[in-house]
């Protein structure tokens, strides 16, 4: 091994959630030891971690500050994925399947990054994803979320395992959000959150379809082991699986009588959702041509091309790949929100390219919660903008529409 491969792995080493576990010799652990104070590299070049949300050139610099303050146990259940977490390092590494082919003497004086969705448009494709408890990550929660999504503009889409309820992260940021919906094992408790969401003025509901085998979250659970606070006052019995501090949860009633699943849910609950609200129905987790050319079949108003960020199943494949299939199956009946693995604007800008309608992030805004609150989710949004509109001026698309599979290349 080089000298350089050796550093390379050091540093691999350094980063990774499962260090705490690893059987490493007294010299190895030292030397290990040693990358992570570092902090992170760039060319192999240690650089200093940021101190301020203006300070970063990139979401990425928003990482290591906010390992830093998240608590171990919070941490794994944001870092961590299924299994072996590869397909989490899938997603990001798929954008590098494709490369751009910019086209050259375009006027990209004015550029214009607006989408539509279902009738309402956004100054820029990017969705902040449903991604629960963000009080676990800083205390203000989905509070500061929702405030720099409101001076940023952007679209939230609320996780049902929320810190912060529906109507207040409305109030806070002054116009309606999406609704993320988890099903629960009886019918009239999830009947009691689709009409809340839907009084509350939600115009979409989006119903997580991937997790409903269950999964397999290692890192997590490695990672919980490690948190030595006094976690009773929020979790009772286990950290992360009490829900007494999620309000869209913890009102629910059973009905009277029970009304419980039998099995689990199948293409009849899709219309059994949209039967039981007024609300557009967006389904999250579909990956495949087959099951995005069913969604149309019954009626669904739109999808999220995801793996849940590599939470949900071990499949190795990463989710940008993924949305060229989904989008031969849609055929553009429907509007495509893709995510996984988005960090930069080049990875947008290839969303784009291969279908998507918008693209959807997770961990990159929590990050910036993590790392320095309101101020840390919009810098990050900035960055993300910013870098989009460089990508289309470079490949001479003024805007969104303009961005077709031309501009893309399979690597």
Known sequence: MSAADRRHFLRLLAASPVLPFLDLSPGLRTAVQAFAEQGPTVAGVATDVITAANQAFSVMDF??????????GHWGYLAGGADDDGTVRANRE???????????????????????????TWETPVVLNPLGTHKAFHAEGEAAVARAAKTKKHLIVLSTMSTTSIEDVIAVRGEPVWFQLYSRNDWGETRQMIKRAESAGAPVLVYTIDLLGGRNTETMARLMRQDTRQCTQCHQPAPMLDNRRKPMVAGLTPSQPPIPEVGTPTWDYVKRLKDATSMKVFLKGIVTREDADLAMQHGVDGVFVSNHGGRADETLRPAIDSLVEVAAGIRGRAPIIMDGGVRRGTDIFKAMALGATAVGIGRPYIWGLGAFGQEGVEMVLEILRRELLLTMRQAGTTTIKAITPAHVVRA
Do not use: C, M, W
């Not at 990482?63 to 171990?72: D, Y």
């Open 63 to 72: 990482e290591p500050v906010a390992r830093k303050n998240i608590p171990v």
């Open 94 to 120: 798929g954008f590098s399947h494709y490369q751009l082919r910019p086209r050259r003497l375009v006027d990209v004086s004015k550029v214009d990054s607006s989408v539509t969705l279902v009738g309402k």
